[in-house]
């Protein structure tokens, strides 16, 4: 049963235009998100995460935004660089179970120079 | 910055082998994880260590075990390999003691078996 869905398999979008990356989840328990990004070959990388007390984190060019009542979060990207292109993951944790992450199944970004 | 370091970064086994699987965590991470992950699947998560002892165990199989020595680095011992063990494993580490929080991953290694 996924828990964690990114429903997108993959995106295109123009160098400078906004990368909107979405996720939806379907344990309400959940209350810390966060993205990665993976190239081939890679470990994923940390973008940056979210608990369910925001709805809102920004860094830099990164923002995830929470809606805890739809029981989905998004990444933006703003502006889109062609470096961006790559696989990005969702994942989500729940505190009553300690350490364990789900994972969506990833949505893969080109950003389009 | 120091980051996740995994050995080998590959490995070849053979059927019903044995496979050692190394993961030193950044530095002063007191919890380490392991994932698997199978061509075109999402990360799954095997098991965790916090402070040398398990703290969350996932969808490790009976064949696989794991330890997080006094150093905080940590093993994934499989034996008896199958064949759809062939996989990306990967180590991750926090600094968040027993709670959620973001986890540095590893480069991987990848282990194929014959």
């Known amino acids: 049963d996924q828990q964690v869905k990114q429903n997108s398999p993959s995106l295109s979008v123009q160098e400078g235009r906004i990368s909107i990356l979405n996720c939806d989840y379907t344990n309400s328990m959940f209350d810390y998100f966060l993205w990665y990004k993976k190239y081939p070959a890679e470990g994923p990388t940390f973008l940056i995460s979210?608990?369910?007390?925001?709805d809102k984190n920004e860094d830099g060019r990164f923002t995830v935004f929470l809606n805890k009542s739809a029981k989905h979060l998004s990444l933006h990207i703003v502006p889109s660089q062609p470096g961006d292109s790559a696989v990005y993951f969702c994942?989500?944790?729940?505190?009553?179970?300690?350490?364990?992450?789900?994972f969506g199944t990833g949505t893969s970004l080109t950003v389009i120079p | 910055a120091a980051g996740v370091i995994q050995s080998p970064r590959h490995l070849i086994k053979e059927k019903r082998e044995t496979a050692t699987l190394k993961c030193y965590p950044i530095p002063r991470h007191d919890t380490v994880y392991w994932y698997q992950q199978g061509p075109g699947q999402d990360p799954q998560f095997l098991i965790s260590?916090?402070?040398?002892?398990?703290?969350d165990k996932g969808s490790i199989p009976d064949r696989f075990s794991a330890q997080q020595f006094s150093d905080y680095h940590s093993e994934l011992n499989m034996s008896s390999l199958e064949l759809g063990d062939s996989a990306l494993y990967f180590c991750?580490?926090?600094?968040?003691?027993?709670?959620?929080?973001?986890?540095?991953f590893g480069p991987g290694t990848r282990l194929l078996v014959l």
């Open positions: 994942a989500a944790s729940a505190s009553y179970t300690g350490n364990q992450f789900y």
């Open positions: 991750a580490s926090s600094g968040v003691g027993g709670g959620a929080g973001a986890q540095y």
């Open positions: 979210i608990s369910s007390i925001k």
């Open positions: 260590f916090y402070e040398k002892m398990q703290s």
